[in-house]
């Protein structure tokens, strides 16, 4: 039977197996502390003092009734600059600021149930090097029995987990501000997020203040968190004078961080400005610029969470966020410049719209009083060369006025005032009525006009004015730009809708210039047509008129070869219902359809595609 080992034996040996820790812990004078001489310790001590020194991974152990402390190498850096201090010392004088709460309560539950406790990431404040630290730790409890039962003291395994804590939670708070602040509209609501956000981490940021740039040299605080009303009145920048207000101004023209006393801040009152630890107060704040692509946008202000070493890692973060911060609202101010800048173009468009509409209607109403007495002399006057010149300012005078009602159809389109009078109409029937009107202008420019109109199997709702407007424009363009062959107007049902189109075998379209053909004012450069008068509003006018029925105009073209232009409309059936001016009128329109007073309208349109004729066709105009 094998003797238990002398106590005085089983220390030595003990010490001697640690290499240079057992050499220091050999060098301690034990009799001085609760734990008495090397000698007098119980055998489950030594043993579980033996197994801790031959583990590299971090243990401690807490022995007797005052817990006094051992530890490995693997745990000396978890107790910071009070090492080797700390050894046999009581844990109560060793780390006082948490003995009372937690860690009293887990030595005594693992003492009085003998049982394990395991708790992880759990938080400590602890002062290791100095100054408070937060620091996390996953830590294992075990009782350790002496030959009676009874337990002598508590094994602790523990981890320190403090960098990955921190690192994920900065990394999510980073992530949300990010997520959260993307695609925000206007700085200010960048502010209030960021706000939002950041309030919802006190362990990180205590408090903290976003203050952007209102005009030059002054700033507004646009949003807070965990600030008293106090603080935020007495941190307006908009008071010039205050001390707060001159250092951000400062921070903000520098661009360089800056320390600021928290109280310059909160006011004097620090009520409520705590970290995790509800006795420790924040002493400090950092104040950083906010550059936004090349301007300063802001300051962001945040309390210096005491607990964090007042640089590295936790400098980095906050300087990480506010980059975060700043990028968010160049994001932000760049929307809100493209949004008033949209605004201001809005803004001109309704005032060149208002101005084109006025002007239409001071030049309309001196055209159509111009034309009565004008046509009246036209219908008395017998001599030739009179009539030639009557005739001559006749024809000018309906030019004008068509492109004067072009204009104002248009100005009208874009203010969203064109209002249909819908009625059912006969599409094919009303289309070839109106190509008609054109053919004698073909055949006297050797063109032909072949339309094909078969009768559709429903009518279409359509305002009649508007509709002869867009197939006598299309047909006047078909005849300007076509000098061999001719065009076809045909009308089909197409996928559910009536279709229109108008083919020409005329000069062309260059691909590249297709896109552009819907803009006003805008007309392909050198084409060759039989005039190079007009104000290129044609297709425009085209456009928003098919629109407002709720119809597609489309465009194809090869150059050389010839264009057709394709309007799908709905048939009445399938047609939404818009309201007609009156009700009175909806009604007799639909039950019947009126006369179209035709001739009139298209005399314009006509007589000036006759006009191209007289002249030889025009070279192309220079690029």
């Not at 003797?3 to 089983?10: G, I, S, V």
């Not at 609760?34 to 000698?39: N, R």
């Not at 401690?60 to 005052?66: D, I, M, P, R, S």
């Not at 906050?318 to 975060?324: D, G, S, T």
Request: net charge negative.
């Amino acid at each position: 039977m094998t003797r238990p080992e002398d106590p005085r034996t089983a220390a030595a040996r003990m010490f001697a197996e640690a290499g240079e820790f057992g050499e220091l812990l050999a060098g301690i004078e034990w009799a001085a502390t609760p734990l008495g001489p090397p000698e007098s310790w119980p055998g489950p001590l030594v043993d579980t003092l033996r197994l801790m020194l031959t583990s590299e991974h971090g243990m401690a152990l807490y022995w007797g009734t005052e817990f006094a402390t051992l530890y490995n190498l693997g745990s000396s850096p978890i107790v910071g600059a009070k090492h080797p201090w700390a050894l046999g010392r009581p844990y109560k004088d060793v780390f006082p600021e948490v003995w009372a709460h937690p860690v009293s309560s887990h030595f005594h539950y693992v003492i009085d149930t003998r049982k394990s406790l395991l708790i992880p990431d759990e938080p400590l404040i602890m002062e290791r090097h100095g100054f408070p630290e937060q620091c996390y730790f996953d830590s294992s409890f075990q009782p350790v029995l002496l030959d009676d039962g009874t337990a002598g003291g508590v094994l602790q395994i523990i981890t320190e987990t403090t960098g990955r804590v921190l690192g994920e939670r900065r990394l999510r708070l980073l992530s949300e501000t990010g997520a959260r602040t993307a695609g925000l509209l206007t700085p200010d609501e960048v502010a209030r997020v960021v706000a939002e956000v950041l309030g919802s981490y006190p362990e990180e940021i205590p408090f903290m203040g976003l203050y952007l740039a209102s005009e030059p040299g002054k700033l507004r605080l646009a949003a807070s968190a965990g600030l008293q009303p106090t603080a935020e009145e007495a941190s307006d920048s908009t008071a010039d004078m205050s001390e707060i207000a001159a250092r951000l101004a400062n921070v903000a023209a520098e661009g360089a961080p800056a320390t600021l006393p928290a109280t310059s801040l909160t006011g004097g009152n620090t009520a409520g400005q705590h970290t995790a630890a509800s006795w420790l107060p924040v002493e400090e704040a950092l104040a950083l610029p906010l550059e936004c692509a090349g301007q300063m946008g802001g300051v962001l202000v945040v309390g210096v969470n005491p607990c964090f070493p007042p640089a590295g890692t936790y400098r980095d973060f906050l300087e990480v966020l506010a980059a975060a911060v700043a990028g968010s609202l160049t994001a932000a101010l760049a929307h809100d410049e493209q949004r008033r800048r949209a605004e201001a173009l809005a803004e001109l468009d309704r005032a060149k719209t208002t101005f084109f509409a006025n002007v239409s209607h001071e030049l309309r109403t001196p055209l159509t009083l111009l034309l009565g007495p004008l046509q009246q002399a036209l219908a008395d006057e017998a001599r030739p060369e009179r009539r030639e010149q009557l005739e001559l300012a006749e024809r000018g005078a309906l030019r004008l006025l068509k492109q004067v009602n072009t204009l104002l159809d248009v100005a009208k389109a874009g203010a969203g005032q064109i209002r249909p009078t819908l009625e059912p109409v006969d599409l094919a029937g009303a289309t070839a009525e109106l190509a008609g009107v054109f053919r004698s202008a073909f055949e006297a420019a050797g063109l032909t006009l072949d339309v094909d109109c078969p009768p559709l199997p429903d009518p279409v709702s359509l305002d009649r004015e508007m509709w002869e407007k867009i197939v006598l424009n299309l047909l006047s363009n078909a005849l300007k730009f076509t000098f061999t062959g001719g065009a076809r107007v045909r009308v089909a049902a197409a996928g559910g809708r009536a279709r229109l189109t108008v083919t020409d075998t005329g000069t062309g379209i260059p691909e590249s210039e297709l896109p552009r053909l819907f803009e006003r004012f805008y007309r392909v450069r050198g084409a060759r047509s039989r005039s190079h008068e007009g104000s290129g509003l044609g297709l425009v006018l085209v456009k928003d008129l098919v629109e407002a029925h709720d119809g597609i105009v489309g465009v194809d073209s090869l150059l050389g070869q010839g264009t057709t232009v394709t309007v799908d409309l709905p048939f009445a059936d399938a047609h939404r219902p818009r309201p007609a001016p009156s009700a009175s009128g909806a009604a007799s329109a639909a039950e019947t359809p009126r006369k179209s007073d035709r001739p009139g309208r298209a005399t314009a349109y006509v007589d000036e595609a006759m006009g191209w004729l007289t002249p030889a066709p025009a070279s192309p105009a220079p690029a």
